[in-house]
């Protein structure tokens, strides 16, 4: 069983940065390819970045790519989103998730709750 709790949402303005913070609880955290994910609201939720379970590969959406940055730490059983260049299209509630898979249908085995991004205009 794997705990995911996301932090450092809020708001920011357009052109603003954050980073979201994802920390898991358990002592098998670099067994797991970890993700963030997003929904805005009336949308469906969409894929934003994933990360290997070392580190050493990483993947973006399209609308994020060269943007948005994500890591991992597995000292400390965390990931990050760095987030830079925020624009208005880009509020959304955000989720980190986690895999023993790198991909693959149904991906997400474990889900934290959910962050609030706003990103004002």
């Known amino acids: 069983q794997v705990q995911l709790v996301e932090s450092g949402g809020g708001l920011v303005q357009a052109g603003g940065s954050l980073r979201l913070s994802c920390a898991a609880s358990?002592?098998?955290?670099?067994?797991?390819?970890m993700g963030w994910f997003r929904q805005a609201p009336g949308k469906e939720r969409e894929f934003v970045a994933a990360?290997?379970?070392?580190?050493?590969?990483?993947y973006y959406a399209d609308s994020v790519k060269g943007r948005f940055t994500i890591s991992r730490d597995n000292a400390k059983n965390t990931v990050y989103l760095q987030m830079n260049s925020l624009k208005p299209e880009d509020t959304a509630v955000y989720y980190c998730?986690?895999?023993?898979?790198?991909?693959?249908?149904?991906?997400?085995?474990?889900w934290g709750q959910g962050i609030q991004v706003t990103v004002s205009s």
């Open positions: 358990g002592r098998t955290f670099s067994s797991y390819a």
């Open positions: 990360i290997s379970w070392s580190g050493g590969s990483t």
């Open positions: 998730a986690a895999d023993p898979r790198l991909g693959g249908s149904s991906w997400g085995d474990y």
